[in-house]
């Protein structure tokens, strides 16, 4: 017979699920990398909005409109309409304006504006962590 610690869990035919413990797995622990998960978001209650930068309430409105609305514009645009910057606080145009250049500047988002219309912003796809960005066409690396 095999020796059996104290702390090793035997499990019996007969026994309820209150009885088998619970033991939280991790990636970590199964020697896998922990994932990137560029595309979750977190749900943020409404009357929290003023504790987070404008730039990021303004990237948590686009990826509401893009979910819960639909594109506005072919291609993935969102207009940056009234309504949207009421909803995250973003009413006033010269926080709005640094909060959209923030995440230009970043790499966030596109932007297209028109002179008297209204600003149309569009999020662009997360880079995939570990790849390369390829400038030209692939060459051989030895010569022949």
């Not at 702390?7 to 994932?35: C, H, K, Q, T």
């Not at 730039?55 to 514009?73: K, M, N, P, T, Y």
């Not at 002179?115 to 051989?140: I, N, Y």
Request: one cysteine or more; charged letters at 30%; aromatic letters at 6%.
């Amino acid at each position: 017979m095999s020796h059996t610690s104290p702390d090793d869990f035997i499990y019996r035919d007969d026994m309820s699920a209150d009885e088998i413990p619970v033991e939280r797995v991790d990636l970590r622990n199964l020697g896998l990398p922990a994932s990137n998960r560029p595309a979750e978001y977190t749900r943020v209650l409404s009357a929290l909005y003023d504790l987070f930068p404008p730039a990021s309430r303004l990237l948590l409105g686009l990826i509401f409109a893009r979910d819960v609305f639909g594109e506005d514009a072919p291609g993935g645009w969102t207009k940056l309409g009234r309504g949207l910057t009421r909803r995250f606080g973003l009413t006033d145009r010269c926080v709005r304006r640094r909060a959209v250049a923030a995440l230009q500047r970043q790499g966030v988002v596109d932007v297209r504006r028109r002179k008297g219309g209204t600003t149309h912003l569009q999020l662009k796809d997360p880079p995939v962590p570990g790849a390369q960005r390829q400038t030209g066409p692939s060459e051989p690396s030895g010569k022949s």
